[in-house]
């Protein structure tokens, strides 16, 4: 094994268990975790240089998507039960703006070419008149609201294409944003129920889904592998240097990593039971599981 279990930080308990998507800012003065903490409607907030907890940002009511963008000095956060986003100066943590956007926004996605931030958002009830919510970070104003065909998870953007792909549940899809139009310019089947963690690398699109795979494909469609996961996961992480990525899995309690340059398991590292949201620490090469049953940081050293 190369994951070696470090430490476990205790985090404040919210009203409610559960932790969602989280994200690192990374810069020379030190490093710092962001995850939000969906059932405390905050966002914690970790020192990765000492492996600490040092503060939470309060007012963040079902708060489900941290996206951070170090070199843009950059952070957003989908708050689901306000319907809105909020952006960050990152650095420092101050509150730029908060965008009314669609019910209940889950993923989040940058446009970097043009500074557009694409909420997904899951309607009202959930999985009903579910939308894509464009938003100008340079005015903070709405632009567009895209119809999407199902109820969107994760979603990412590919500068070499200026396309936004996102992962859509049912009926289980990845739909392809043209940020030109911003207006979905074509859909690609995916064959495996329930798509959720995403990530695009080196120009493939590595899906896990709630059948317990991970699927690998080329932008086209064209399925390249499927990997058998140890159960439904949810979050994706990739780490470039490593050519390695990890899929969290809430039950059981594992975190799965593969190689990407020729993919196949590396290992299965167990968390706990409802650990699954991940971040990842690429200076550091720190893997964090958060916990919801112990509400804990579990911290994780990568080794090779």
């Not at 963008?69 to 950059?74: F, Q, W």
């Not at 938003?135 to 070499?160: K, M």
């Not at 899906?207 to 494909?217: Q, R, S």
Request: proline share 6%; glycine share 8%; net charge negative.
């Amino acid at each position: 094994m190369t994951l070696r279990r470090i430490t476990s930080i205790e985090v404040p308990r919210g009203t409610n268990p559960g932790f969602d998507h989280a994200d690192v800012f990374t810069a020379r003065a030190g490093s710092r975790m962001y995850v939000a903490h969906t059932g405390a409607d905050r966002i914690d907030v970790f020192d990765c240089v000492s492996v600490t907890y040092l503060h939470a940002l309060d007012g963040h009511p079902g708060v489900a998507g941290v996206f951070i963008d170090s070199e843009r000095d950059l952070m957003l956060a989908t708050d689901r039960g306000a319907a809105c986003l909020s952006s960050f100066r990152a650095s420092d943590e101050t509150l730029v703006a908060r965008i009314a956007v669609g019910e209940r926004p889950n993923g989040v996605a940058l446009d970097t070419r043009q500074m557009r931030a694409y909420t997904f958002d899951l309607g009202e009830p959930p999985g009903v008149g579910c939308t894509s919510t464009v938003v100008d970070l340079e005015t903070n104003s709405v632009l567009e609201r895209v119809a999407l065909p199902g109820r969107p998870r994760w979603a990412v953007y590919d500068p070499d294409t200026g396309s936004v792909y996102a992962n859509i549940g049912d009926p289980p899809c990845i739909v392809v944003i043209d940020t030109g139009t911003q207006q979905i310019a074509r859909t690609i089947d995916v064959p495996s129920a329930g798509p959720h963690g995403l990530a695009l690398i080196d120009g493939l699109l590595f899906c896990a889904t709630d059948a317990g795979e991970l699927i690998v494909l080329e932008r086209n469609g064209t399925v390249r592998q499927r990997h058998p996961l140890a159960g439904v996961p949810d979050v994706v992480m990739y780490d470039r240097d490593l050519a390695r990525v990890y899929v969290a899995i809430g039950s059981p309690g594992v975190v799965q990593s593969f190689d990407t340059k020729a993919p196949r398991l590396r290992e299965t590292v167990e968390t706990e039971e409802g650990a699954h949201t991940i971040g990842w620490d690429p200076a550091r090469k720190l893997l964090w599981a958060f916990a919801p049953r112990s509400s804990a940081a579990i911290v994780y050293q990568e080794s090779a």
